[in-house]
């Protein structure tokens, strides 16, 4: 059974190739549905009263004029004007209730269907209680954002719930929102939850990292190109302060690990272990061919160890050599970082697309 695998990995080289974006601040507004007494707002979840008409007219399909203007909840000044300017009746349409957005079968926590954006909300919000107990949902935010940076924007949502009997930490789920044919549909819909943080940034990057134990660090870069297509890119593991070299002790077979177990003298005393894996294709199925499942991922991952100052460690040639003979990877960091870049770079991702600022996120409310 043939599966796709798409193990993406994360941000690497301290030389700013994978550079991260700082995460937004924790919301404490009050939860939507339990709004003070002395406000006089409140977040739109249900339809509300209809979209104000726009009045840009219907741009050349060939004209890239960028638009200048303010509808009733964007500001498009700036924004290409190319396949014309339907975007923003659709996008307000939905914002504002009776518009909806299609669901596709490979989208978590909702089924299949169109939604409105108070259905959408009910769905996702139905779908967490079973695993975050309860939830109550703070406020919607929303964006405009710019996937792959070719100035037709992207509608980004922002929805952080709270957890009222304190019992653990709550989510904040993420869906981004494009046209495909005059409709809207849901491209992806990403977490930020316990002991992990998702960062989508202006460009359409985002980077899901957090811990695996004390020593051990994993994360994840995707990346939703121009024309809306949603892609794992690679994932990076990084084990800390080890003092032999251990490969993903958690994967690997029983029998890989007493081959690749290494002898004293082989050791390289303290350092951190990185592992980069790339998309690929497996042979395996991991529910019933686990270990045959491990052992061939492993073997696609791409490793470095550094010391505590971020160098290329010093490994036994004998032992460098028992792994290159089981179809492990030794490689320097730098080398891992080149391929990193020639692998994204085939994606349209640029260091400018990577290094793009946090959306400017609004809260959505009902004057």
Known sequence: MRRKISIALTALLSAGLLAGCSGGSTPTSEPINQPSENDDTQVVTEDVAEVEETTET???????????????????????????????????????????????????????????????????????????????????????????????????LKLPFSDPEGVRETPTEYVIIRPFNGELSVVTIEESFYRSETVINEYGYIVNSGSNGASSHESTNYVITSDGEF????????????????????????????????????????????????????????ETE??????????????????????????????????????ISILPISEIGDMIGDYISQYGVTEEIIDGEEPDWSPLTAS
């Open 58 to 156: 219907e741009a050349d399909p060939d004209e890239t004029t960028p638009m200048v203007g303010m509808s009733r909840f964007f500001d498009y000044t700036g924004w290409s004007t190319d396949g014309s300017a339907d975007w923003i009746a659709l996008y307000e349409d939905f914002i504002a209730g009776p518009g909806t957005v299609a669901v596709g079968g490979d989208t978590p926590f909702l089924e299949p269907g169109d939604y409105t954006l108070s259905d959408m909300v009910e769905g996702i919000q139905a779908s967490l209680e079973g695993e975050f107990i309860p939830s109550e949902l703070l406020e919607i935010d929303y964006a405009l954002i710019d996937c792959g940076k070719d100035g037709f924007p992207e509608l980004a």
């Open 231 to 286: 892609y794992m890119l690679y994932t990076t593991y990084n084990y800390f302060g080890l003092e032999a070299p251990v490969f993903c002790r958690e994967a690997l077979s029983t029998s890989l690990q007493e081959i690749l177990a290494p002898t004293e003298a082989e050791s390289v005393g303290d350092y951190t272990l990185t592992a980069v894996i790339f998309d690929y294709e497996s042979d395996y199925d991991p």
């Open 290 to 327: 686990y270990e045959e499942y491990s052992d061939e991922r492993c073997k696609n991952a791409y490793y470095a160890f550094r010391d505590g100052e971020g160098n290329d460690a010093e490994v036994d040639e004998a032992y460098a050599q028992l792994c290159a003979d089981n179809g």
